[in-house]
Structures are given as structure tokens and as C-alpha cells.
């Protein structure tokens, strides 16, 4: 099973043609008696909704001028929201990946309809603010969705300016993140400050850690949860390569390894959003597949789980 394996129905809900004009032309609002919408969840601090499927852009979009690489980036966003996708997260560690965005989103008229998320990675408050003013000049934007303080660098410092920022308007939500298993302590002690919308953290069938502590206590405190490193960086692929998906997984909808793995993480009633990377269209369409259709359920996630322990 490839990974741009989608159903019929899903194909509708991704409609798109080569031509971003025509992939541009679904409009996101239409009803779901006219086509399928993309699952979503409420971010705790507002009950805004967000589709459960984002996308990352460790990597993936760090290309600079390569007019090429644009391209197949440019058909990658253009499908991102044809199909209903709404959260990009980035960072200034990211290379040129905040500059690309901001290119490709304006070119393709998509800014109103996205929720853009980017971080602070540097020391001090006057750098910070330097850094943060850069980021919002390279995505082209008068104000952040959501500015995250990337692995907790000089986090008490940030979250000052980023109070200050979310009174003046210049960001709408405020997070801290973090990649590591090994950094939960510290991260749980930032959350229990409080004065935080949204908490980034890894989390999958691969490094299933946090739902241990961390996404129990994001529930209990009103905290929405984006998940990065949804496929182990790569592992999971790996370890699933030439293995059949389970017959049973076809009940909420299951065409592939990708989803198979996104389904079980956006499963958890604390995940807000899973934003995995991508650069190839293809892997775009499969990723956002997952967020259509049935999710697991308890019992479910659990023989999921069990599933991919055994392969």
C-alpha cells in the first residue's frame, strides 16, 4: 500500500488539477452534504477549530530559490488547502523555510485561509523580538496565528514579550515546544504556569511517552496540543516497509501506513493537530486523508497500537 493511496471520497474532498486556479476554487466553507470536510478539533482557550491534520516544514522547505523545489512546494500548499488544511508550522531554525512560505502563500492567495504557526529560537528579549519581527517579514504577515518559544530556549524571557505581543495583536496564541522525551520535566513545569494556549511536542506510535503525563495535563489545563515527529522521523515507514496494512483497518478508513499512523495520534482526545512534513504532493494528499472519515476509538488505538509493536 503506497503512501498517496486515498479513497474515492477523499479523492473529491481533494479535487485539484496542476493548475492552482482550479485547486483554489473548492471553497473551504462548503457544507458536508456537498463534499467531505476534514475533521477538526477546538483549541481550549477560544474553541477556534482546527483540522487535525497540519503540515511541518523541518527540511521540507528549506530550498531558498531553488525555482524547482518551489514548484512541487507551491502544488504542496495548493493541495494543503483544496483539501482543507489550515495549520503550517515553521521556525527561524528551519533555514529559509519561513521566507519560502510566506512566498508561496501569498502567490497563491492562501493567507486568510491558514493558520500560521512559527517560533522564537534565540536568547535574550531584544533578540527575541528581533527574531520574531524577522519571522513575521518572511511570512509576509502583519500577525502570527501562533508563536511558539522553540525547546524551551529562554523561555521565561519569551513568554514575557509573547504576553505583551497577544495584547497588542501581533500574535493570537502563544506555545512553548519541545522534541524530546527528555525534556517532559521542564515542559510540564512551563505548562503548570500557565499563561499558555499551546504546548508542540512528539508523540506517535514510535515514541508514545507523553501520553503519559504531558497530554493528560495539556487536557487538564486547557492546552491545545500540535504533535510533531508523527512518523519517528522515517522509523515507522521503516519498519512497516513491505508489510501489508491489517485487514480491520479498513473500518475508519485506513488506505496506508501514513494514515494509519496519523489516525492513531489525532485519535487521542488531547491532540489538537499532528503536523507531519512533507515536500512531495503525493505524500501531501495521503497525509491529509487521515483527517477524514472515522477515528479510532479507545479499544481501537490500543489494537493499533499492539499491531505495530508487532511488525
Known sequence: MSRSDFSPGRRRALLLVTGAGAALSIDPHMSQAAEPAPLTRPIPSSGERLPVVGVGTWQ???????????????????????????????????????????????????????????????SGRDEGIR???????????????????????????????????????????????????????????????????????????????????????????????????????????????GKALPGWAREIGIASWAQYFLKWIVGHPAVTCAIPGTGKPEHMKDNL??????????ALRKRMAEHFDSL
Request: no cysteine; proline share 3%; aromatic share 8%.
Open 60 to 122: 521540507t522547505f528549506d530550498v531558498g530559490g531553488d525555482a524547482r523545489a518551489r514548484a512541487a512546494l507551491r502544488e504542496v500548499l495548493a493541495l494543503f488547502g483544496a483539501g482543507g488544511g489550515k495549520v503550517i508550522d515553521s521556525s527561524p531554525m528551519y533555514g529559509s523555510s519561513e521566507a519560502v512560505i510566506g512566498d508561496l502563500v501569498a502567490d497563491l492567495g492562501l493567507r486568510e485561509r491558514l493558520f500560521l504557526a512559527t517560533k522564537v529560537w534565540t
Open 131 to 241: 527574531q520574531m519581527e524577522q519571522s513575521l517579514r518572511r511570512l509576509r504577515t502583519e500577525r502570527i496565528d501562533l508563536m511558539q518559544v522553540h525547546n524551551l530556549v529562554d523561555v521565561a524571557t519569551h513568554s514575557r514579550t509573547l504576553a505583551d505581543w497577544k495584547r497588542a495583536g501581533r500574535v493570537r496564541y502563544a506555545g512553548i515546544t519541545h522534541y524530546t522525551s527528555s525534556a517532559y520535566g521542564e515542559v510540564e513545569r512551563w505548562l503548570k504556569s500557565g499563561g499558555y494556549d499551546f504546548v508542540q511536542i512528539n508523540y506517535s506510535l514510535d515514541e508514545p511517552e507523553a501520553a503519559e503525563r504531558l497530554l493528560p495535563l495539556a487536557q487538564d489545563r486547557k492546552v491545545a496540543v500540535i504533535v510533531n515527529r508523527p512518523f519517528g522521523q522515517g522509523r515507522m515507514f521503516r519498519r512497516a516497509r
Open 289 to 298: 486523508a487521515a483527517a477524514y472519515g472515522a477515528l479510532p476509538d479507545q
